[in-house]
């Protein structure tokens, strides 16, 4: 489901005759220096993962999260990363609380 990348290397593409630069956190999530504050987006869009998860959790569907934002040719595998992400980074953060928790 995804691929490794190291998210410490700067990606340079061009799309649309423009340079989009960014690091990338999965095939689908990016960090975009300028792009939304560099907060998590999905690759070549300013649509904040943030924004997808919080949709998600108010019980709105994937399918219907895709379609409202149709324009951004938004995935089912794109949002399907984003919870891994999230869950990672939820996991991640709370390993140092852990040994408090047994």
């Known amino acids: 489901m995804l691929k490794q990348t190291d998210a410490n290397e700067l990606v340079h593409e061009e799309v649309g005759g423009e340079i989009y630069s960014y690091y990338p ?4 999530v990016v960090m975009a220096p ?7 987006t999905f690759k ?6 943030a924004v997808v998860l919080a949709l998600l959790a108010t019980g709105m569907s994937s399918q219907d999260i895709i379609a409202e934002y149709e324009v951004s ?6 949002i399907q990363e984003a919870i891994y992400l999230a869950n990672e980074a939820l996991i991640e953060s709370t390993q140092a609380f852990l040994p408090l928790a047994v």
Do not use: F
């Open 73 to 78: 040719n938004l995935s089912q595998e794109a």
């Open 44 to 49: 070549y869009t300013r649509l904040e993962v």
């Open 34 to 40: 300028g792009v939304c504050g560099g907060r998590p």
């Open 25 to 28: 956190l999965g095939d689908y």
